[in-house]
């Protein structure tokens, strides 16, 4: 089973407030309901747009790459065949269905209110006259040494915080990690497996989203071909052309 490249195609769009917003708003516009099949519709959409995304930080981005790993397991799902889902398993598809509709209801929630907030402008109501609750003050018999007193009390009942201690970030595996690994191994041996490829025995969902995309994108490149003899075999990796040293992928 031979996979390759297709469809090239650029979009531009307008900046949105967050990954969910974009995912809303290419559902809407191809005038699909939210479910799965429209998720895996707009995903090489949305793949795109993240690929082009200059003017965020890495806080924003990172929940645009987050949602965009999630679209790119479903759509591996699609192409690559894969065992039923067991029952401790959560469905990915699944829950960003329901966090996109979600969002669709808070966000024409927050359409209505801020139409109705505008109307209100318009209007002014007279507010209800309130009674005289006033009491009339005591006076306060404390001197400035006893409010620094029951002050310097207070500080002795306050826990000194316990100090923080850094942690050495984790290592992120990145895509630029995985063509160099695939570059090398290539060197050593003329194929290998998609499972050789993972950096360590028990490799994290992050891992396999970053392997699996920078295979795809080296694909698409044709420097690569991957084939499966048999149905949930192994999947086999396999130099199509010379990798420069050059290539980049962006993550």
């Not at 090239?8 to 939210?34: M, N, V």
């Not at 519709?41 to 965020?56: F, I, K, P």
């Not at 359409?111 to 209800?128: C, E, I, T, Y």
């Not at 499966?228 to 420069?244: E, S, V």
């Given at each position: 089973?031979?996979?390759?490249?297709?469809?090239?195609?650029?979009?531009?769009?307008?900046?949105?407030?967050?990954?969910?917003?974009?995912?809303?708003?290419?559902?809407?516009?191809?005038?699909?309901?939210?479910?799965?099949?429209?998720?895996?519709?707009?995903?090489?959409?949305?793949?795109?747009?993240?690929?082009?995304?200059?003017?965020?930080?890495?806080?924003?981005?990172?929940?645009?790459?987050?949602?965009?790993?999630r679209l790119l397991v479903m759509k591996s799902r699609a192409i690559l065949p894969q065992t039923p889902t067991s029952a401790s398993e959560p469905d990915e598809s699944v829950d960003l269905v329901r966090q996109l509709r979600e969002y669709q209801q808070f966000k024409e929630a927050a359409a209505f209110l801020r139409v109705?907030?505008?109307?209100?402008?318009?209007?002014?109501?007279?507010?209800?006259?309130?009674?005289?609750?006033?009491?009339?003050?005591?006076?306060?018999?404390?001197?400035?040494?006893?409010?620094?007193?029951?002050?310097?009390?207070?500080?002795?009942?306050?826990?000194?915080?316990?100090?923080?201690?850094?942690?050495?970030?984790?290592?992120?595996?990145?895509?630029?990690?995985?063509?160099?690994?695939?570059?090398?191994?290539?060197?050593?041996?003329?194929?290998?497996?998609?499972?050789?490829?993972?950096?360590?025995?028990?490799?994290?969902?992050?891992?396999?989203?970053?392997?699996?995309?920078?295979?795809?994108?080296?694909?698409?490149?044709?420097?690569?071909?991957?084939?499966?003899?048999?149905?949930?075999?192994?999947?086999?990796?396999?130099?199509?052309?010379?990798?420069?040293?050059?290539?980049?992928?962006?993550?």
């Amino acid at each position: 089973m031979l996979i390759d490249a297709h469809d090239i195609y650029t979009i531009r769009l307008d900046q949105f407030e967050g990954p969910l917003d974009l995912l809303l708003h290419l559902i809407e516009r191809a005038e699909l309901d939210i479910t799965t099949i429209a998720l895996a519709h707009v995903a090489d959409q949305y793949l795109r747009y993240v690929r082009a995304m200059t003017d965020r930080n890495a806080g924003q981005m990172s929940s645009f790459v987050f949602v965009a790993s999630r679209l790119l397991v479903m759509k591996s799902r699609a192409i690559l065949p894969q065992t039923p889902t067991s029952a401790s398993e959560p469905d990915e598809s699944v829950d960003l269905v329901r966090q996109l509709r979600e969002y669709q209801q808070f966000k024409e929630a927050a359409a209505f209110l801020r139409v109705r907030d505008q109307m209100g402008l318009q209007h002014f109501a007279k507010a209800p006259s309130l009674p005289n609750t006033s009491v009339a003050s005591m006076p306060l018999r404390m001197t400035l040494d006893d409010l620094l007193g029951v002050w310097q009390m207070r500080m002795k009942l306050v826990d000194d915080p316990a100090p923080t201690i850094p942690l050495p970030a984790p290592k992120i595996l990145t895509v630029g990690d995985v063509v160099t690994s695939i570059r090398e191994r290539f060197l050593r041996m003329p194929r290998f497996s998609f499972l050789e490829l993972l950096p360590r025995s028990q490799p994290t969902r992050v891992d396999v989203v970053v392997s699996l995309w920078a295979v795809l994108e080296m694909i698409k490149r044709r420097v690569i071909v991957a084939h499966q003899d048999d149905i949930f075999g192994p999947i086999t990796i396999k130099q199509a052309a010379d990798i420069p040293t050059t290539l980049q992928i962006e993550d």
